[in-house]
């Protein structure tokens, strides 16, 4: 019996290369895949085809090798970036946390920290979250739902320092502490929307 799985992994095997690499030609034969047995076709024949589209192991490592050398995984700027981004952060958070200046108890030093590793944690999701994102083809229904994530938030945000911050005795720690907190659902947006995009992006560039 035809184990997709398997012939998946033998497929890999004769390719070699990074697993990076590995990863995303795995993610466009099985978007293929996907979409060919949607149709009623047959999972084993269905896998031949798909796999000759690619085109022989030699071609598609020659091709990658290719693009490779003529255009920079752009995936690994932009992780580099959003490392340095997020340590600068994460430095600056902590000072700010233990200093004298804000006089934060250990409570609120702990909940600052919290705050700032769930920043990471949301960070690192979303740059894997496009793999159960669905693939959203329209970007006008895509923008649409960054616009009413977006309005939604600043409404929050408006709502909160004008009728809630203000009638608050907020020190400059609990001020810190909060504002960290704060920045999660601005995150879980961002995280959302960006693997919208990425997810339809790679259906784009599979069915290319």
């Not at 598609?60 to 340590?87: C, H, S, W, Y």
Request: net charge neutral; aromatic share 10%; with cysteine.
């Amino acid at each position: 019996m035809f184990d997709l799985d398997t012939a998946i992994g033998k497929w890999r095997r004769q390719l070699g290369g990074s697993a990076d690499v590995l990863d995303e030609l795995e993610g466009h034969l099985r978007d293929d895949i996907d979409q060919q047995v949607k149709s009623g076709s047959n999972l084993e024949e269905v896998f031949q085809i798909a796999v000759q589209r690619f085109g022989s192991a030699t071609c598609v490592q020659e091709e990658f090798k290719k693009n490779t050398r003529m255009n920079p995984p752009k995936d690994k700027v932009t992780r580099i970036v959003g490392a340095l981004g997020f340590g600068s952060f994460a430095v600056l958070s902590t000072v700010a946390l233990f200093s004298n200046v804000i006089s934060a108890t250990t409570n609120e030093r702990l909940l600052g920290l919290g705050a700032i590793a769930t920043s990471g944690f949301l960070l690192f999701v979303g740059q894997h979250i496009w793999r159960i994102m669905p693939a959203i083809a329209d970007k006008k229904t895509r923008y649409s739902v960054a616009i009413a994530c977006a309005a939604f938030y600043a409404l929050i945000t408006a709502s909160l320092f004008h009728y809630v911050l203000p009638r608050l005795d907020f020190d400059g720690a609990q001020i810190v502490v909060a504002t960290l907190w704060f920045l999660q659902p601005l995150l879980v947006g961002a995280a959302l929307f960006g693997g919208l995009i990425e997810a339809a992006d790679r259906r784009a560039a599979s069915a290319a």
